[in-house]
């Protein structure tokens, strides 16, 4: 893992629930773990609304602050240019698609540490535009030109939220390698919910990644 | 004998409302003349405005809409977009053009709608009894510039015909006025060529059509005309403003 | 069957391509705009009309023109765009064209807050523009009714030949969920008042415009005998828990689902608690409340306003039973919040 | 000898004077004998013999009333 990991995707994809729990994961190993919210798209189910488990766990938040949490206006923290370029563990979370990713083409221009950096596609075949290659490789390439960066790895995060099962996951999962492979990218890691984890883990192995969901309502979970 | 003038097909039998000596009547006549002769009368669709001539759809023999004030460029846009090989005009006064549609008639001209406007301008709100329009001319008299329209308490008068020929997505803005015979006729012309620029889909025409209120002018009708030629033609100059080919 | 992880605004969406909507005509507005993209990416693809309008009003109207030559047609919006829109809705309503409006609602008055809100009712279920008329009002609480809702309105739009609007929160327009892909419907009601060009026919007129009283009061008693109509077939709403409710909530949309997760929360301390959540708005499931009301000791209405749904339930229980309320701003109550209302009621009226 | 005829529906007649004032031969006038169903007089050709059948008055005239017939 670089120093800097920017989650990019489709709308919904899954990038602010990832960026959470590999800043989180990050900050039981390292100091200095901060979180970026650059979400600009759409303020519902953003990474800002766990500020406090963050902050519980040593991750410094930097997101749109105070009234503009819930602002319907564009706000790039303005600390996000001198935390590019310091030494520490920064996790990006952009809005969805190429208008999320915008925010990045500006910012590129500030990355001095590009080899300590991680850019993901977070793929979620199960959402519409992301179940078919066509989709999903314009995808890519419209955030690549959007963020002036070249996407490293792709994220499978294959689900059906509370209805997610094994065959989902797997199925999902291969699909989302098909997609890995004809992008020619590397499936850096496949995140599944901490219930399927045992199951899966002799299957995939080391690119497994648990993950604990902080922004869905808990009372969706058996209505 | 042989006919050669009369009741266009593209009329009904309904008797105009109008005032006498108003130009309604006869800017309704060269539209269905126009329709007549282009052979479109069932494949056109009208939609009239809120103004003296709110009830064009009693006149019209094809199918009509009434539009809310202001709104017919939105109305027909969405109809061309829906029915594209369908013929689209709308019949609008200038209270509802250049003042409460003023959004609708530029973005329609804009987007390039493949519609025709025909635009009646007569500097006043004949339905309401006579206030002043965008089109009211300095110095004229209405209900609500008693002292004369002034260019620094009610502004300038709005030349549509200019303004919308600025527009990429305009193809065919001209224009014209009924005070006349030979004007007339040009105004039939215009009005065909504004028709045929929509069937070669070269974009949005619009007819801008002098014409006159001898109610609320408080002249006569032949008087009426003499106001046009004195009056409204020197601000509002005739002519083609834009001919797009292709 | 096929699932797709979908947020409630592009099920509803797609629920409404799959009802064969081929005009989208709207403004951008938070948190609505979701509808509009997903159909500025699919609709040109289809052969159908993707505009985004200068204005609402002009969005509006586009739905009036489109609706006119018979294609089923679509606006989207939140509160502020909805209030532009009122003009058009109205002159819509009277020219009885069919039409679906959604209203992703945001708190107000005025800008507001685009938190989720359901401060719209009153505006939804009175009509909400000038004139005698009401228009169906549908509250979808879950992305699959986002989009089961998206093609029933489409049905009952055609069928009774009147604007139907769906009315959700922010978060429902935004929270994702599995949702069954429908099949797309085929069989459509023929249309002939359409404005598509004369051909072979007389003209068609639509107009609402009415100069004699005769006419005008004429046009309104057809409109009032449409609106019992609709209203004895087609009031909506789910029962949850009613057969021993003591105590009975009433609420809408995707706050309804969370208070099911009270009603079973307080079940569990003791007290008989249930739910009523209107699926219609308007017409209003008064049934449904008068029931209750016969067998029940207290209706609490829950709503993301200051109370405007709890007229409707009061009208409804005519005065047969205490109603009361509990509402919250921008802000959608976790289940625990009600369950403590519910345990606060109950203690209070010896029911524990 | 005249070479066209002219056709009134005097009823629809708002007797504006348009087509008189226009009418290149002076041949048109007001009916002062007759009152029409909108409470007009209506228009009348005073001289039929001159009329050439060249349509201005129809041109002219806001409200149909005019049908123009030419050899």
């Avoid at chain 3, 509160?79 to 708190?107: D, M, T």
């Avoid at chain 4, 087509?19 to 041949?27: A, D, L, M, S």
């Amino acid at each position: 893992m670089g120093k800097i990991a920017v989650f990019a995707g489709g709308l919904g994809s899954g990038k602010s629930e990832l960026a959470i729990n590999f800043a989180l994961e990050e900050a039981k190993r390292a100091a200095g773990v901060v979180l970026a919210d650059l979400d600009m798209v759409n303020p519902f189910f953003a990474s800002r609304e766990v500020g406090q488990v963050l902050e519980r766990a040593g991750v410094k938040l930097f997101g749109p602050g105070g009234d503009l949490s819930f602002g319907d206006v564009p706000s790039i923290p303005a600390e996000i240019i001198a935390l590019i370029q310091q030494e520490n563990y920064l996790f990006i979370d952009l809005g969805g698609d190429e208008v999320g990713s915008l925010v990045m083409g500006y910012l590129s221009r500030f990355i001095k540490r590009w080899e300590e950096m991680e850019v993901f596609l977070v793929l979620n075949p199960y959402r519409p535009f992301s179940s078919e290659l066509a989709g999903v490789s314009k995808v890519k390439q419209l955030i690549e030109l959007a963020a002036r960066v070249r996407i490293t790895g792709i994220i499978s995060n294959p689900n059906l939220v509370e209805e997610t099962n094994l065959k989902t996951i797997i199925e999902g999962h291969r699909q989302v390698q098909e997609f890995a492979d004809f992008l020619q990218l590397p499936v850096k890691f496949l995140c599944v919910e901490e219930r399927f984890w045992d199951q899966l883990l002799p299957r995939y192995g080391s690119i497994l990644k648990k993950l604990t969901l902080h922004l869905r309502p808990t009372w969706l979970q058996d209505t | 004998m042989k006919t050669v003038f009369k009741k266009p097909e593209s009329l009904t039998d309904a008797k105009f409302h109008y005032c006498p000596g108003c130009s309604h009547g006869i800017i309704h006549r060269l539209i269905a003349e126009c329709l007549d002769e282009l052979k479109i009368r069932e494949q056109t669709i009208g939609i009239c405005p809120v103004g003296c001539s709110v009830l064009a759809y009693e006149y019209f023999n094809c199918d009509m809409l009434e539009a809310a004030h202001g709104r017919a460029p939105a109305i027909a846009t969405a109809m061309k977009r829906l029915l594209p090989d369908r013929y689209l005009f709308t019949y609008q006064g200038d209270g509802d053009l250049a003042s409460i549609g003023m959004g609708e008639i530029v973005h329609a001209s804009l987007r390039g709608e493949k519609i025709t406007v025909i635009f009646v301008n007569n500097t006043l709100y004949g339905m309401t009894g006579g206030q002043m329009a965008p089109t009211t001319l300095l110095g004229q008299v209405t209900t609500t510039s008693p002292y004369g329209r002034s260019k620094d308490w009610e502004g300038y008068p709005a030349k549509m015909a200019e303004l919308l020929a600025q527009n990429e997505g305009s193809a065919y803005i001209c224009r014209t006025a009924v005070n006349d015979p030979p004007n007339v006729v040009k105004t039939k012309r215009a009005i065909k060529k504004a028709l045929q620029t929509q069937a070669r889909g070269l974009g949005f025409s619009m007819v801008e059509v002098l014409s006159t209120c001898p109610t609320n002018w408080g002249l006569s009708p032949v008087e009426a005309m003499k106001w046009v030629e004195e009056n409204m033609i020197p601000y509002y100059p005739l002519g083609e403003f834009k001919v797009k080919e292709e | 069957m096929k699932k797709v992880l979908m947020k409630g605004n592009e099920a509803l969406a797609e629920g409404a391509l799959i009802a064969g909507c081929r005009g989208f005509f709207g403004y951008p507005i938070t948190p609505s705009s979701e509808i509009a993209e997903y159909m500025a990416r699919k609709l040109p693809k289809i052969g159908g009309a993707f505009i985004q309008a200068e204005s609402e009003l002009a969005a509006i109207n586009m739905i009036y023109g489109g609706s006119s030559t018979g294609t089923r047609v679509m606006t989207a919006s939140s509160g502020p765009g909805i209030s532009l829109k009122q003009e058009g809705i109205s002159f819509i309503s009277e020219a009885e064209l069919p039409c679906l409006i959604v209203n992703v609602s945001r708190g107000g008055p005025g800008l507001g807050g685009i938190q989720p809100s359901q401060a719209d009712y009153f505006q939804a279920t009175r009509g909400g523009g000038h004139g005698d008329y009401r228009i169906i009002v549908l509250a979808p609480s879950s992305s699959q009714e986002m989009m089961d809702l998206a093609i029933l309105a489409f049905e009952l739009a055609d069928k009774y030949r009147t604007p139907v609007m769906i009315m959700a929160e922010g978060t429902l327009g935004n929270l994702m969920e599995p949702v069954i892909v429908r099949e797309a419907v085929t069989e459509f009601l023929d249309k002939p008042w359409a404005t598509t060009g004369c051909v072979g026919r007389k003209p068609n007129v639509i107009n609402t415009l009415h100069l004699s009283q005769e006419e005008l009061e004429g046009r309104n008693r057809h409109l009032t005998e449409k609106y019992k109509m609709i209203s004895k077939n087609e009031k909506r709403a789910e029962s949850f828990l009613l057969d021993d409710a003591e105590i009975v909530v009433v609420a809408f949309g995707l706050l309804a689902r969370i208070i099911k997760k009270s009603v079973m929360e307080a079940r569990k301390k003791g007290v008989k608690a249930g739910l009523i959540r209107p699926v219609t708005l308007w017409p209003f499931p008064d049934e449904h409340i008068q029931a209750v009301s016969r067998t029940a000791r207290t209706i609490l209405s829950v709503e993301i306003n200051m109370g405007q749904m709890v007229e409707d339930i009061r009208l409804a229980a005519g005065g047969k039973i205490p109603v009361e309320f509990y509402g919250r701003i921008g802000f959608t109550p976790n289940p625990e919040e009600i369950t403590r209302q519910l345990l606060f009621i109950a203690e209070r009226e010896g029911l524990l | 000898m005249a070479r066209g005829r002219v056709i009134f529906l005097a009823e629809r007649c708002k007797a504006c004077g348009l087509c008189v004032e226009f009418c290149p031969k002076n041949i048109l006038v007001f009916d002062d004998h007759t009152i029409n169903v909108l409470g007009f007089h209506p228009v009348m050709l005073l001289q039929p013999d001159e009329c050439t059948g060249c349509g201005i008055c129809g041109l002219m005239c806001p409200d149909l009333v005019i049908q123009v017939e030419r050899e």
